[in-house]
Structure formats: C-alpha cells, structure tokens
C-alpha cells in the first residue's frame, strides 16, 4: 500500500496481453499490479506478470478458499477480497501472505480488527458514501489505513490520496487503451503521490 498511489485493478480477460500490460504499468512507475480473479484467464495472467522485472503481482477479488489455494500455488505476493469473512481471512492471515479485505462499515472494520488486521480496502468507495462516508468511519478506528477502490479516477484519486487515512486507491481507469496511454496513464497516476 505504501509502494504506489494508485494499484492497477486489472481484468484480464487474454492473458497473452497481460506481459505486455504489465510492462507498460512498470515502465509508467505503478509497480503493484492487481489481476483480478474475475475471468478464466487471470492465474495466467498473473504468471506472464510475474515475468515482469520489478512488478509486484497479487491476486484480487479473492472470495473463498479454493481460489485463495489457487492464486498462492500461482505465487501471488498480496491477496485483495472484495469483502472480509473469517473462513477467508484465518487461511490468508496464517499464511503471512499481505491481505487487503474489502470493507464498507464499522462492523467489517471491527472484524477485522478482531482478526488482527489494520490494512483495508474500502470497497465499493464511491457508491460506499465516498470519502464523506470513509472520513466518518476512519474517525473511531484511528489505527486503521485503506485503500478505497470502487469508482475512483484520475480525476478524483487526488482527494482520496489527501485523506491522512488513505495510503493508496485502487483503480481501473488506468489499464484502457493502447500500451503507449496505458503508461502515459500509469505516469500520470503515479505522480499523485509525489
């Protein structure tokens, strides 16, 4: 979370692209690349990733344990879920492996205070409340840090980012178009945090 601004949240659906992409993301400085596990193609995906000098490659989207098993045998280096279960979170937390569980009230943050955890994804950021939503929520847990993916964009991740709470935002924007836009977007992207 404190490597890059803004992580890639990238679906995958021909993981012949997927090299490719993740050169263009590195190259325009976004280094932590998340391939969602919502396609047929994302554990090869990530493998072609993985081949990527400097790119630091997880597993989104991660919603049970036979897909958690799935993207640890394909070397995943963070898991990100959409939402946060003990029956997912005892395996992922066990296994030493980063975890970022997606959370929208006080209740999943106070789960996942219970489970040890300090590190979330606020999830589904804007249709959550936005930020107005996430400052009220970030007041009591003062120990707690986010990344808020979900409807964030260039245009409104620098708000996001000024927010003490937020280390990084998740976003889609930046994998669309051709190699040369998607590192011109990855550049730009990555300059939010300077």
Same mark, same amino acid.
């Not at 992580?7 to 997927?18: H, R």
């Not at 964009?153 to 708000?159: K, N, Q, V, W």
């Not at 937020?166 to 889609?172: M, N, R």
């Given at each position: 979370m404190r490597t890059s601004p803004?992580?890639?949240?990238?679906?995958?659906?021909?993981?012949?692209?997927?090299?490719?992409?993740?050169e263009a993301l590195v190259k325009g400085g976004l280094r932590v690349l998340e391939v969602t596990m919502r396609t047929g193609a994302a554990l090869e995906a990530m493998a072609e990733m993985q081949k990527v000098p400097g790119a630091i490659v997880g597993a989104?989207?991660?919603?049970?344990?036979?897909q958690f098993k799935q993207v640890m045998d394909a070397g995943a280096e963070f898991i990100v879920s959409p939402g946060l279960t003990e029956r997912l979170a005892d395996p992922i937390i066990a296994s030493g492996v980063p975890f970022l569980p997606g959370t929208a009230t006080a209740g999943d943050i106070m789960r996942g205070l219970d489970l040890g955890l300090e590190y979330f994804k606020f999830f589904p950021a804007e249709t959550s409340g936005g930020l107005k939503?996430?400052?009220?929520?970030?007041?009591?847990?003062?120990?707690?840090?986010?990344? +808020?993916?979900?409807?964030?964009?260039?245009?409104?991740? +620098?708000?996001?980012?000024?927010?003490?709470?937020?280390?990084?935002?998740?976003?889609?924007w930046i994998a669309t178009g051709s190699m040369d836009e998607v590192e011109a977007k990855a550049r730009a992207a990555a300059g939010l945090g300077a």
């Open positions: 803004v992580i890639p949240v990238l679906v995958i659906e021909d993981a012949a692209t997927a090299r490719p992409l993740a989104g989207t991660v919603v049970n344990g036979a939503a996430l400052k009220a929520l970030a007041a009591p847990f003062y120990q707690a840090k986010f990344c +808020p993916t979900g409807g964030i964009t260039l245009a409104s991740a +620098p708000e996001w980012l000024s927010f003490g709470p937020v280390l990084c935002v998740g976003g889609s």
